[in-house]
């Protein structure tokens, strides 16, 4: 349940899902707490807010 973001090599955003601040936080969000984070598969957005982005060698793995 642990999850880590890498951008350029270095690590910016690190959870783990299911914790007492986890659910807080998905709480006071603007994402139903029933429904978030509870599919076991789906697809990935990858979104922007407006100002030109590229993605490339985007990697998805399990934790082990």
Do not use: C, M
């Not at 349940?1 to 299911?18: A, K, S």
């Not at 599919?39 to 990697?59: A, E, F, T």
Request: charged share 25%.
């Amino acid at each position: 349940n642990h999850v880590e973001h890498w951008l350029n090599g270095q690590l910016t955003v690190q959870y783990d899902y299911y914790t007492d601040e986890w659910k807080d936080l998905v709480r006071v969000s603007k994402f139903d707490p029933a429904l978030y984070a509870r599919s076991p598969s789906g697809s990935i957005g990858l979104q922007d807010h407006g100002h030109d982005v590229r993605y490339r060698n985007i990697k998805i793995r399990p934790h082990i």
